[in-house]
């Protein structure tokens, strides 16, 4: 402020000058003498001392001082060159059977950038260009997609995937590159376990952490008899074997040795219904992600009589899907990863603003994930000055934390697993105009939902 002002201060007295230099000293001092010549007869010296003032006085300093700082100033804070555009990939499934996720990663993913580069695409000093391919979650075409954006686009850190199947693929590639990939949203727990390398992180929840923040409230509120149903992947499979590991682990008991498995094309799903109508178990543990059948499983498990008489212990998902839901449900209880009205914080009042502004609607279920995700590649990078050398790069993530839409993050050292808050909610309604399905039950902070360490360099 004060250099501000000297400045000011400065362009004044050279304005002076160059009035007078340019004749409009003498018009200055015309007009005073002649209204005092009509009303005081003033004398004609009047007109010379400003004008001795005028020519002798300021001439010597605006000549001087000012010039100097004025020509000075200016180049002691140049502004800094940026450096060299910075390429990141991103693969997610823009139009297959999880594209309801990968847009919602997508869409979070690129608010995420812009809330913490305070809108310059700027991150270290290198501007930020998101290249984006669909990998329509087919594990050929997502390591297609991660070798196209590496050999040929150039990109130095990766971003994405919608199924862990191809995610589980896309890591080991990202690390015989030695580059860094950053799985969302697939949330097999095997990616930051024993299928981790030193490469690849996560900021989005993983699956463990699903089984244990329901495991605690189920065996409290539900009851201790179990089934689950799952889909038959590698996301449905290391998501049942996280849930049976952390109910067993705390007394619950499970009805068939091995989970009910059905594949993800599943259109009738009486068997595996019928299964669960026999077994009579207190709680049901529903493992689905794939949009188009999913639909058809909670439709047929209320036409045949589960819904209602069997609680569902599942995750909540997307609120596009919530209005599909028999309004029967109303009143269960389950986990939810994010949802748009629970968070109380600044990062996720901005994203829904910002949501709302450009996509035309609410956060759901996945931006948040991609949300946190860009603000933890920008901050590593603003520590690395843009440097994405792994050796750089990976010392700037590891424990890092950070305020993002759902609290504090704090991505784990020894598997690269960010830990942050996950909530239990009760459906509250299937029709709500604005989209407020729930009501918070409890939140489980990150540290309580922790899963267990089980990457190949945890002790």
């Not at 669960?276 to 529903?286: F, M, N, Q, R, T």
Request: hydrophobic share 40%.
């Amino acid at each position: 402020m004060n250099r501000r002002r000297t400045l000011l201060s400065l362009l004044s007295l050279l304005l002076v000058l160059v009035l007078v230099a340019c004749g409009g000293a003498q018009e200055a001092t015309e007009e005073p003498t002649q209204a005092p010549a009509e009303t005081e007869a003033a004398p004609e010296e009047t007109a010379e001392e400003p004008t001795e003032e005028a020519v002798e006085e300021p001439t010597e300093e605006a000549m001087e001082e000012p010039t100097e700082e004025a020509m000075e100033e200016p180049t002691e804070e140049p502004a800094a060159e940026l450096g060299d555009p910075l390429k990141i990939g991103v693969m997610s499934d823009l139009s297959g059977g999880l594209a309801l996720f990968g847009n919602e990663m997508w869409n979070g993913l690129q608010l995420g950038f812009e809330y913490a580069t305070d809108g310059t695409m700027v991150a270290g000093n290198r501007p930020i260009e998101l290249i984006i391919l669909d990998d329509t979650s087919d594990v050929e075409a997502g390591a297609a997609a991660a070798r196209e954006l590496i050999e040929s686009e150039g990109v130095e850190i990766l971003i994405g995937n919608t199924s862990s199947a191809v995610a589980l693929q896309v890591q080991q590639i990202a690390d015989e590159n030695e580059i860094v990939y950053f799985a969302a949203p697939a949330a097999a727990p095997g990616i930051t376990g024993e299928n981790w390398n030193q490469h690849t992180f996560r900021v989005c929840r993983n699956a463990a952490q699903d089984g244990l923040t329901m495991a605690g409230w189920s065996l409290e509120n539900v009851g201790s008899n179990y089934l689950i149903l799952a889909e038959d992947y590698a996301f449905g499979q290391q998501t049942a074997a996280g849930f049976q590991a952390a109910f067993s682990a705390l007394g619950a008991t499970f009805l068939t040795e091995e989970p009910i498995y059905a594949p993800s094309d599943t259109t009738d799903f009486t068997p595996y219904i019928q299964e669960v109508l026999e077994a009579e178990p207190d709680g049901l543990i529903l493992i689905w992600a794939t949009n188009t059948s999913g639909t058809i499983l909670f439709e047929q498990l209320s036409s045949q009589g589960v819904t209602g008489n069997i609680p569902f212990i599942t995750g909540f998902s997307s609120n596009d899907t919530i209005p599909l839901l028999d309004p029967g449900n109303v009143g269960a209880t389950g986990l939810i990863v994010y949802h748009y009205s629970l968070p109380q914080t600044e990062a996720n009042d901005w994203l829904v603003e910002q949501h709302n502004e450009q996509f035309g609607g609410n956060p759901d279920l996945f931006s948040e994930c991609g949300f946190a995700t860009a603000q933890a590649v920008a901050a590593a990078l603003e520590a690395t000055g843009g440097d994405t050398d792994p050796a750089a790069l990976i010392a700037a993530l590891e424990g890092l934390e950070f305020e993002g839409p759902k609290g504090t993050y704090v991505i784990r050292p020894e598997d690269h697993q960010a830990l942050a808050s996950m909530y239990i909610v009760r459906l509250v309604s299937v029709d709500d105009p604005d989209e407020r399905y729930f009501e918070l039950v409890e939140e489980i902070s990150g540290e309580q939902s922790a899963p267990p360490c089980t990457a190949p360099n945890c002790g």
